[in-house]
C-alpha cells in the first residue's frame, strides 16, 4: 500500500463521490491489489476455501455498493474496506459451514504485529465466528480498542495509520491494543 498516497487517494475518493466514474475505475485500479495484498495475508494459514482475489472483490463490491458512504480520505476508506472484509468472511463461514450438520468453523491463527519496529504478537487459535462474537462484545466494553482490533486484522493499515484514521495518538492506539489483546485472550481463553 505503500506506492499509494493518502492525497493521490483522498483526491479519487473525493471524484468519486462527486460522480466522476473515471475517478471511480482509477480508485479500483489504485486500491485492488492493496485489497487482495490484504486478504492474501490475512488468510494465510487458514483453511478456509475462500481465495483472496474472491476476499478482495467482493470486498470492493460491497464498498461500491455503499457509495453514498462520504468516505473522508484514504484512512476512512480502508477502515470501512475492514469491516467490510470482516462482515463477508463471517457471512461466508456461516453460509459454509452452517449447511455441514455438526461441522464447525474453521480455526485460523490471527497473527498481527503493532508495527515493523515492535512486534507485539497475538495469537488466538480460535474460529472465526468466535472472533467477530468476541468483537461485538468488546464493542459494548470499550468500542475504541474493538475498532483497533478490526483495523489491525482487517485493514492492513499500520499502527501510525489507525491512529490517524481514529483520530488519536499513536500511544492511544498500541494502549487500546494491548487492552483489547488482554480482553480477548480472556473472552477466547487463549494466551497472549
Known amino acids: 500500500m505503500s506506492e499509494m498516497t493518502s492525497a493521490d487517494i483522498t483526491a479519487l475518493l473525493a471524484r468519486w463521490r462527486d460522480g466522476d466514474r473515471g475517478a471511480e475505475a482509477a480508485l479500483f485500479r489504485q486500491v485492488y491489489p492493496a485489497l487482495r495484498d490484504i486478504a492474501r495475508a490475512r488468510l494465510r494459514g487458514s483453511d478456509l476455501t475462500l481465495s483472496a482475489t474472491e476476499l478482495a472483490h467482493e470486498t470492493y463490491a460491497r464498498l461500491s455498493r455503499g457509495a453514498a458512504i462520504d468516505y473522508r480520505d484514504r484512512g476512512h476508506f480502508f477502515s470501512v474496506a475492514a469491516r467490510a472484509t470482516r462482515h463477508f468472511v463471517i457471512d461466508y463461514v456461516r453460509t459454509r459451514y452452517n449447511q455441514k450438520r455438526g461441522g464447525r468453523a474453521p480455526f485460523v491463527t490471527l497473527d498481527e504485529h503493532v508495527d ?67 480482553w480477548l485472550a480472556d473472552r477466547l481463553g487463549t494466551a497472549t
Not at 488466538?124 to 466494553?141: K, N, Q, R
Not at 495509520?161 to 481514529?166: F, K, M, N, P, V
Open 116 to 182: 515493523d519496529a515492535v512486534h507485539d504478537d497475538i495469537n488466538l487459535d480460535v474460529d472465526w465466528i468466535a472472533v467477530h462474537d468476541a468483537l461485538i462484545a468488546l464493542e459494548t466494553v470499550d468500542g475504541d480498542s474493538a475498532r483497533v482490533v478490526e483495523l489491525k486484522f482487517f485493514s492492513g493499515l499500520t499502527t501510525d495509520e489507525i491512529a490517524e484514521t481514529l483520530g488519536v495518538s499513536r500511544a492511544t492506539v498500541v494502549r487500546n491494543w494491548r487492552f483489547a489483546k488482554a
